[in-house]
């Protein structure tokens, strides 16, 4: 299955799709981009040995497909081409080169026949009406066989999504909630919360400052689930601040967290304890 992307970055989801619903028939995907000439991709696919080749084809690339496609008919006539994509549409002027140079055109939702497809393309069964799940017939003007999937079931699955849509959703992750990844906890010393406490306060007494409260945290997550809710007699791991800032894989870990609890203080509408957290990673 070929995929000829568009400049930017990003892959091919739908060939993807279509290789999870091939069941066991081997296939591979060959992604590439609109700056592949018709002539390199030719010789990238045919060092494959392939069998049958599937173009995914949309507005971004149809040129392309089509230039590919009538070189392969020069030079590898017996490889068995199928088209399908948003831009395989039988009748359309602007598009009918792509039904010159294929034997199969797929039209419609191709997930559930592409099995059936393929199958017949390794075999080179003809062209004719099989199974009932799709209508595959030959036009009189166009040299390839055209298989009109029908749409999706969707009434096999509504109700199970229904049913899923009506249940609560899981509560969120709770983002204060740190492991001590990264943090060490050599030198550390336990602190039991007292009256009036709060976790800048106590950083600021261990660490001269308050905004690097989040080590506190990172270290006592297993009994902190909010820092703005201390609790007397809360027993709180203090690691060294020193000695995590002297070790690279610690500080990078800090530094993450002090990015995501400023992002928690504007959230909470203290931007100037943000701003204190992002300014320590920039140090």
């Known amino acids: 299955m070929v995929a000829i992307n568009a400049g930017y970055a990003h892959s091919a989801f739908a060939l993807r799709c279509l290789l999870a619903n091939l069941g066991t028939q081997e296939a591979r995907l060959i992604e590439t981009d609109g700056d592949t000439s018709p002539v390199e991709l030719c010789e990238r696919l045919l060092k494959e040995r392939p069998t049958v080749i599937g173009f995914s084809v949309y507005i971004w690339n149809y040129d392309a497909v089509v230039r590919t496609m009538r070189l392969l008919r020069r030079i590898a006539p017996d490889v068995r081409l199928v088209v399908g994509g948003p831009n395989v549409v039988p009748g359309d002027e602007v598009a009918h080169e792509i039904f010159e140079y294929a034997d199969t055109a797929v039209v419609g ?14 075999r080179h069964a003809p062209l004719v009406t099989r199974h009932s799940k799709y209508e595959r017939r030959k036009t009189k003007d166009e040299r390839c066989g055209i298989v009109h999937a029908p749409p999706p079931a969707l009434e096999e699955f509504t109700e199970n999504m229904l049913e899923e849509l009506n249940q609560p959703p899981p509560p969120p992750p709770d983002p204060f909630i740190r492991h001590t990844r990264g943090a060490i906890l050599d ?61 690279s894989k610690a500080k990078d870990s800090l530094w993450s967290v002090l990015l995501d609890m400023a992002i928690l203080e504007e959230q909470r509408g203290r931007p100037g304890t943000a701003t204190r957290l992002r300014n320590h990673t920039r140090e």
């Open 187 to 247: 030198d550390s010393i336990e602190y039991i919360v007292q009256p009036g406490d709060t976790l800048s306060g106590i950083a600021r007494r261990f660490y001269q400052d308050g905004s690097y409260y989040p080590l506190i945290l990172m270290a006592s997550s297993d009994v902190i689930s909010d820092p703005d809710r201390l609790e007397v007699g809360m027993r709180l791991t203090i690691p060294s601040l020193g000695t995590n800032l002297e070790d």
């Open 109 to 122: 939702e191709a997930e559930g026949v592409a099995r059936d497809v393929f199958a017949d393309s390794f």
